[in-house]
Nanobody
Framework: QVQLVESGGGLVQAGGSLRLSCAASGRSFSLYAMGWFRQAPGKEREFVAVISQSGGSTDYADSVKGRFTISRDNAKNTVDLQMNSLKSEDTAVYYC?????????????WGQGTQVTVSS
């Protein structure tokens, strides 16, 4: 089992920045690719970013490329999402996710989510 706890959400003006963090506990953090998904009101949950087990490979949704950066620290069991140039359409609940095949969007564990609200 892997437990995931997100932090860092909040209210920010358009054009601003936020940094989300996810702390993982449980078994063998480095065995899991880590990622972020988001769900806006009335919409389906969608992929945002993923980072491989070693941190050597990342992938992003087209909508956030060039604005968001995912990183991980295997010594601290954490994964972060740096979000810059935020837009109102980035408003959503952001979920941390873990999965051995998360590169293929196969999620094994979810966090509880953290709200990000971007005001225009």
């Amino acid at each position: 089992q892997v437990q995931l706890v997100e932090s860092g959400g909040g209210l920010v003006q358009a054009g601003g920045s936020l940094r989300l963090s996810c702390a993982a506990s449980g078994r063998s953090f480095s065995l899991y690719a880590m990622g972020w998904f988001r769900q806006a009101p009335g919409k389906e949950r969608e992929f945002v970013a993923v980072i491989s087990q070693s941190g050597g490979s990342t992938d992003y949704a087209d909508s956030v490329k060039g604005r968001f950066t995912i990183s991980r620290d295997n010594a601290k069991n954490t994964v972060d999402l740096q979000m810059n140039s935020l837009k109102s359409e980035d408003t959503a609940v952001y979920y941390c996710a873990a999965g051995r095949r998360l590169i293929s969007r196969e999620v094994e564990y979810w966090g509880q989510g953290t709200q990000v609200t971007v005001s225009s």
